[in-house]
């Protein structure tokens, strides 16, 4: 159990503590992690691309088959507790990895500024520079390599 700051249940419990409604309300629905990435076969870096699955909705960043996601697609990671650690493509935004590294959650999180819309706001969002696996021919993925570090992302 961590010491409660303001009271908020991710302040007061640990990620293995929470309820399956806390665990996914997490989530702020950035969509970073549904973005290809490349490994570079040399340094083991990750590459990211502005490519994204084709289940995810571009308009509100939400999985169209959640329920179902690990089926449809078997390299879509569940995530869990034991597993944020270990994942170093995890976007340094993504609430459960700022919580698993000890940190805070920033005011744009929609639990705490009540409103999907600032991730968008924020510019933490995959929505408005990224296009789906759909649109284009998934054996030239490395033409959408991006900058991570660019402001748009
Ligand atoms: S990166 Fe984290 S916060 Fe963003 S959609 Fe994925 S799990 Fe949710
Ligand atoms: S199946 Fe859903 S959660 Fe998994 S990568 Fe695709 S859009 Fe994201």
């Given amino acids: 159990m961590k010491e409660p700051q303001n009271g908020h249940f991710w302040e007061t419990k640990s990620l293995a503590e929470m309820t399956p409604k806390e665990w996914e309300s997490l989530c702020d629905g950035c969509g970073r992690c549904c973005l290809y990435k490349l490994e570079d ?10 490519v994204v699955c084709r289940f995810l909705d571009l308009s509100n960043c939400r999985c169209t088959t959640y329920p179902r996601r690990h089926k449809r697609v078997p390299t879509c990671v569940l995530l869990s507790p034991d597993k944020i650690a270990g994942l170093k493509w995890i976007p340094e935004s993504c609430a459960y990895r700022l919580l ?3 940190k805070e959650l920033p005011d744009w999180h929609p639990l705490l500024s009540g409103d999907p819309e600032s991730v968008y706001r924020a510019g933490v969002s995959v929505r408005g520079w990224s296009i789906s696996e759909s649109e284009i021919d998934m054996d030239r993925l490395e033409d959408y390599v991006v ?7």
Avoid: F, M, V
């Fill in 41 to 50: 076969e040399d340094s083991g870096d990750i590459l990211q691309t502005n």
């Fill in 100 to 102: 698993a590294e000890g």
């Fill in 147 to 153: 900058d991570p570090s660019d402001d748009e992302r």
